[in-house]
Nanobody
Framework: QGQLVESGGGLVQAGGSLRLSCATS????????MGWFRQAPGKQRDLVAT???????TYIDFVEGRFTISRDNAKNTVYLQMNSLKPEDTAVYYC?????????WGRGTQVTVSS
């Protein structure tokens, strides 16, 4: 089993919502900036959103106002709430854990938005 375990992907119609989850251990989660990236077929992997251990968030322009990243420190889990989904959001979404000592990736979860 991987160190970052993603769930919540699937098929949804345009305008719908999905919530992605990424669970890990306390040792990885606590001192770490957690992030979500995505990679569409034939394209590079791009940052979607990050959240620091202190709760500060960043988003790419394309998802700001539609996506919300959050973290539950008691559950060692980071979430990505995705609303108003568009076909352009179709991609494999990857969870990432990064600090001065490591940079860890999950295996990814497929999100498909139909028009």
């Amino acid at each position: 089993q991987g160190q970052l375990v993603e769930s919540g992907g699937g098929l949804v119609q345009a305008g719908g919502s999905l919530r992605l989850s990424c669970a890990t251990s306390a040792m990885i989660f606590s001192p770490t900036t957690m992030g979500w990236f995505r990679q569409a077929p034939g394209k590079q992997r791009d940052l979607v959103a990050t959240i620091t251990s202190g709760g500060s968030t960043t988003y790419i322009d394309f998802v700001e106002g539609r996506f919300t990243i959050s973290r539950d420190n008691a559950k060692n889990t980071v979430y990505l709430q995705m609303n108003s989904l568009k076909p352009e959001d179709t991609a494999v979404y990857y969870c990432n854990a990064r600090n001065s000592y490591f940079n860890i990736w999950g295996r990814g979860t497929q999100v498909t938005v139909s028009s």
